[in-house]
């Protein structure tokens, strides 16, 4: 079922170069609605959990170690085919692919360090938010 929701991080890179401010204004002015958002920092096995779909890959332990090296904010987001859009405004995984004036294409600094991550069905996007937010916080 279309959620018309998907789940995104600001990777390592990208928050530690001081770029999450710039790609949440992106995020905001392309339409997307922020949900829920949280700054953390993953352990190895926490990220090793999150991209558990990719362990047979060559690439999984050194995405993990990369993961895992810096704070990172984690956020839902909500607009009308959430997922698809997202994906196109991102760019592809490695940012020498990514349309120009994509967040990729402008932030990312290789195809690990490539700035943000974006849920690539309506099922992941539901799966990995879950991971992050059990449930949106409210305060008082
Ligand atoms: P992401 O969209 O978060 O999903 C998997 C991540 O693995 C990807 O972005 C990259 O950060 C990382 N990665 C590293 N090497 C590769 C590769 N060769 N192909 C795909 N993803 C890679």
Redesign the pocket.
């Known amino acids: 079922m279309a959620t018309n929701r998907t789940f995104t991080m600001i990777k390592p890179d990208a928050f530690s170069a001081g770029n999450s401010g710039a790609i949440l204004k992106m995020i905001e002015e392309a339409g997307f609605k922020i949900i829920a958002m949280k700054a953390t920092q993953l352990t190895p096995a926490t990220a090793g959990k999150f ?1 558990e779909v ?1 362990k047979e890959r060559p ?1 999984y332990a050194d ?1 993990c170690a990369y993961m895992s090296s810096g704070p990172i904010i984690a956020a839902i987001l909500e607009k009308e085919n959430a997922v698809e859009d997202f994906r196109k405004l991102i760019g592809a ?1 490695n940012p020498a692919d990514a349309a120009e004036g994509t967040i990729r294409k402008i932030f990312a600094k290789s ?2 360090a ?1 700035a943000v ?2 849920s690539d069905s309506d099922e992941n996007a539901a799966i990995e938010g879950n991971f992050y937010f059990s449930q949106i916080e409210r305060i008082g």
Request: hydrophobic share 30%; net charge negative.
């Open positions: 991209y990719h690439f995405l995984t195809i690990e490539n991550h974006g």
